[in-house]
């Protein structure tokens, strides 16, 4: 079940991360949309109702919460910049899912994605190295900096796709 959960492996921190490092995480959080449109291309709607696995959430559930969670992101790293080491909201990310918004076309959340990742990518690029030290603080994870914050992001990102990659190739679809 946890190869199902994690496909790509649970998130592993790289300390002291290096530019390089930082600019390929970067790049991920970029094109992420494009590998998600493409992970979906061609899935009916009873495929986009279908859990990625036994008691998991729908592809369409996924797609809706990688929107939520990546608009979140932008707005912690935007207040971990201008703020003193803020304490940020979480969310019942269960509970979203079952809201009815959630049962929009996945397509409205791939497009926000779309959007999400143009500011967030300009955004990052633009931090001097001194900013990937600044933090949050989050009452899932604690205290974390930027520089931690984006390969957690970049993770997510990867981890959702991948889970739907993987219901994909179970299935045969």
């Given at each position: 079940?946890?190869?199902?959960?994690?496909?790509?492996?649970?998130?592993?921190?790289?300390?002291?991360?290096?530019?390089?490092?930082?600019?390929?995480?970067?790049?991920?959080?970029?094109?992420?949309?494009?590998?998600?449109?493409?992970?979906?291309?061609?899935?009916?709607?009873?495929?986009?109702?279908?859990?990625?696995?036994?008691?998991?959430?729908?592809?369409?559930?996924?797609?809706?919460?990688?929107?939520?969670?990546?608009?979140?992101?932008f707005l912690r790293f935007k207040?971990?910049?201008?703020?003193?080491?803020?304490?940020?909201?979480?969310?019942?990310?269960?509970?979203?899912?079952?809201?009815?918004?959630?049962?929009?076309?996945?397509?409205?959340?791939?497009?926000?994605?779309?959007?999400?990742?143009?500011?967030?990518?300009?955004?990052?690029?633009?931090?001097?190295?001194?900013?990937?030290?600044?933090?949050?603080?989050?009452p899932a994870h604690g205290l974390?900096?930027?520089?931690?914050?984006?390969?957690?992001y970049a993770w997510h990102n990867?981890?959702?796709?991948?889970?739907?990659?993987?219901?994909?190739?179970?299935?045969?679809?």
């Amino acid at each position: 079940m946890d190869y199902l959960r994690y496909p790509i492996g649970p998130f592993e921190q790289v300390h002291h991360s290096t530019f390089v490092q930082r600019e390929q995480w970067t790049k991920e959080i970029s094109e992420a949309a494009a590998l998600l449109r493409l992970a979906v291309h061609n899935l009916t709607t009873e495929q986009c109702l279908t859990p990625y696995r036994p008691g998991g959430w729908t592809v369409r559930q996924v797609i809706h919460h990688m929107a939520d969670n990546d608009m979140n992101a932008f707005l912690r790293f935007k207040r971990a910049l201008t703020e003193d080491s803020p304490t940020v909201p979480s969310y019942r990310e269960d509970l979203w899912a079952e809201l009815s918004d959630y049962e929009t076309p996945i397509e409205t959340s791939i497009n926000l994605l779309e959007a999400i990742h143009s500011r967030f990518v300009m955004l990052l690029r633009s931090l001097h190295p001194s900013d990937l030290e600044r933090t949050f603080t989050s009452p899932a994870h604690g205290l974390m900096n930027l520089d931690t914050a984006i390969q957690r992001y970049a993770w997510h990102n990867r981890h959702h796709t991948a889970q739907i990659a993987s219901l994909k190739a179970r299935n045969g679809w």
